[in-house]
């Protein structure tokens, strides 16, 4: 008897359909084909042990299971259960009228167990996208993939649960949740807010307009001034994330394994913060079996590098092209897949290696030339990437001490709401820009082009200060982010006198030589 079962195999973050195929006919052998991996190879030995454990009989006959397309590599324990359903509906010991209507995914434990799997969630997408009526998952998934609205979801903790109910002898009821209202009641929940910091006006104003504009900031501190304490609460002050946005993110995160049991939509940001030890492949995906790198990982969210110029040439230069596209493309002999990776990277290091050049207090133990081979760890090209440079003073003892309130989190991310709004309504017919940090050259002379004095006030500071050509385009750009914080419709000389001054490493005496450039 020939028995057809729905799965599903996960290709990048999405999800492709699988039909596994089962032919039980007199004989005794047991064929997997379409290109299945070790994994999918063991699956039998597991399989004939949960059979027989839970009082059916595994059948000794010949078993042809078949796993289309073929000339797609199936990978992982996901298709345990499909492929015992379809040999037990094959050996008629199942009734296989509803199967067509179904997709099944989970690994099955000896005792018949049913153990949750990556990537439910693109795999639930996908079965709502085919017109199948249900899918059945591990109990630990189901949570995760009950946010696909018009998908019956059944949660089982035994193969003999989906057994039952395809014999109309257990019940199952399906999970439902409303996506919407828990999304929208968890969104706004922190545990940390920017009311917390004592001082460092200059930074939480740069870090508004870092966010107001999707601008990648560098941060340069002596050790101890806050750097990373600031960081770790960008997510606060960042636009809450979009109901397709959070899918997106969930995607990724539900692919990569990276998903807390029982999670549903993932409602706030991401905050990705690897070691400087990470390797390049870590940081963009890739492997023997394709997973998502911390860039993906980041999607939506923030990239945190800390200690930036301790991590490797090669890991940061393969930053280069993500920053720029928004995307990772992933090509090796055997496979390309594509991830994406719209983050915004904020970095911090410190000044040299001692870590007190140009602190007030401390004096830089550092032998000459060690700045400037220190800052040159950095490269050029990707230093362009990065909009805003800003200095990050330590904090008096008397700003440490103090009682006084300082503004919260809430209070800036309202601001930077606003001025993403007006963003969003500027570049609404315009593909692939929806903040100032994407605009084109073409855009910055239509949105962002200041008035005479601001132009004056722009060649001035880099004819003083000596910066680079470069540094106009990333001017202009923050500029234009500042003048949408003021609400105002043109960039004026206030908004470049603000905007060059998060511009440090321009200057050519930054380390007491020519500069990083």
Not at 45 to 59: H, W, Y
Not at 205 to 231: D, Q, T, W, Y
Not at 431 to 450: D, G, I, K, S, W
């Amino acid at each position: 008897m020939l028995v057809k079962v729905n799965a599903a195999a996960v290709q990048g973050i999405d999800a492709l359909p699988v039909m596994i195929e089962v032919s039980v006919e007199k004989g005794f052998s047991t064929y997997i084909v379409g290109l299945p991996d070790t994994a999918v190879k063991e699956s039998h030995q597991r399989i004939m042990s949960a059979i027989k454990l839970n009082g059916l009989t595994f059948p000794h006959k010949k078993i042809v299971i078949n796993m289309s397309p073929a000339d797609l590599k199936k990978e992982g324990t996901a298709y345990d259960l499909p492929i015992a359903i379809g040999i037990l509906a094959g050996d008629e010991q199942v009734k296989s009228e509803k199967l067509s209507r179904y997709m099944l995914m989970g690994e099955l434990s000896l005792d018949g167990s049913v153990l949750p799997v990556k990537g439910i969630l693109p795999m639930a997408i996908k079965a709502r996208e085919d017109g199948l009526e249900a899918i059945f998952v591990p109990k630990a998934n189901v949570m995760e993939a009950a946010v696909v609205n018009r998908l019956k979801v059944y949660g089982v903790d035994n193969m003999m649960e989906g057994v039952g109910f395809l014999n109309g002898t257990h019940e199952l009821q399906p999970t439902e949740i409303d996506t919407r209202e828990m999304f929208r009641r968890q969104i706004n929940h922190f545990d940390m807010d920017f009311s917390e910091v004592k001082g460092q006006e200059n930074v939480k104003r740069a870090f508004e307009v870092a966010c107001a504009g999707g601008h990648n900031i560098l941060l340069i501190g002596s050790p101890g001034s806050g750097k990373s304490m600031m960081a770790k609460r960008l997510p606060t002050i960042l636009p809450p994330l979009t109901l397709q946005e959070a899918l997106e993110t969930t995607k990724i995160h539900s692919v990569a394994g990276k998903l807390e049991r029982g999670s549903m939509l993932l409602t706030q940001r991401p905050f990705r913060s690897p070691h400087h030890t990470i390797s390049p492949v870590a940081l963009v995906g890739g492997g023997s079996y394709p997973m998502p790198g911390e860039i993906s990982l980041a999607h939506n969210g923030i990239l945190f590098l800390d200690e930036f110029p301790e991590f490797s040439r090669q890991v940061l230069e393969v930053m280069r092209q993500p920053l720029e596209d928004r995307r990772i493309t992933v090509s090796r002999a055997k496979y390309t897949v594509d991830y994406p990776a719209g983050f915004m990277l904020v970095a911090s290091m410190n000044p040299c290696p001692c870590g007190y050049y140009n602190h007030p207090k401390k004096k830089c133990i550092c032998p000459p030339g060690a700045v400037q081979r220190y800052l040159n760890r950095i490269s050029g090209p990707l230093l362009d990437r990065i909009d805003m440079q800003v200095e990050v003073a330590p904090v008096e003892f008397d700003e440490i001490s103090s009682n006084i309130p300082t503004e919260s989190s809430e209070t800036i991310r309202e601001r930077v709401i606003k001025a993403r709004e007006i963003q969003t309504r500027r570049y609404a017919g315009i593909p692939n820009v929806h903040c100032n940090a994407q605009m084109t050259t073409r855009l910055l002379h239509e949105y962002a082009q200041p008035d005479e004095k601001g132009l004056e006030r722009l060649k001035e500071a880099m004819t003083r200060l000596n910066m680079s050509a470069r540094a106009y385009d990333r001017i202009l750009r923050v500029a234009r982010t500042i003048a949408d914080l003021d609400g105002s419709e043109n960039v004026q000389m206030h908004h470049i006198q603000e905007a060059i001054s998060y511009r440090n490493l321009d200057r050519a005496n930054w380390a007491g030589t020519y500069g990083i450039y």
